[in-house]
Nanobody, 122 residues
Framework: QVQLVESGGGLVQAGGNLTLSCAASGRTFSMYAMGWFRQAPGKEREFVAYITRSGSSTYYTNSARGRFTISRDNAKTTVYLQMNSLKPEDTAVYYC???????????????WGQGTQVTVSS
């Protein structure tokens, strides 16, 4: 297990940018693929992006591709989500999570952060 703490959420106008960070504890960070998920009010938690253990490969949901960038720094045990051209429909609580495999399947992620709120105003 790895402990995760997200930060960087906030209120931003449509078209603006925001970068989320997720700090992980423990020396095993590089053994996990990392993912970002989000949950809007009244909706199920959904996949946003993942990055492989080494950071050599990434994958995005259609709505994030081209606007969001996931990255990681294994030396700092931190994963990031750079979000550009934000839209009101991006408003949600954003969660980072760790998985032993690189996948977009939510059930594969066993460690979760507490979430950070992102609100995009129109």
């Amino acid at each position: 297990q790895v402990q995760l703490v997200e930060s960087g959420g906030g209120l931003v106008q449509a078209g603006g940018n925001l970068t989320l960070s997720c700090a992980a504890s423990g020396r095993t960070f590089s053994m996990y693929a990392m993912g970002w998920f989000r949950q809007a009010p009244g909706k199920e938690r959904e996949f946003v992006a993942y990055i492989t253990r080494s950071g050599s490969s990434t994958y995005y949901t259609n709505s994030a591709r081209g606007r969001f960038t996931i990255s990681r720094d294994n030396a700092k045990t931190t994963v990031y989500l750079q979000m550009n051209s934000l839209k009101p429909e991006d408003t949600a609580v954003y969660y980072c999570a760790a998985s032993p495999i690189a996948t977009n399947t939510i059930n594969a992620f066993g460690s979760w952060g507490q979430g950070t709120q992102v609100t995009v105003s129109s």
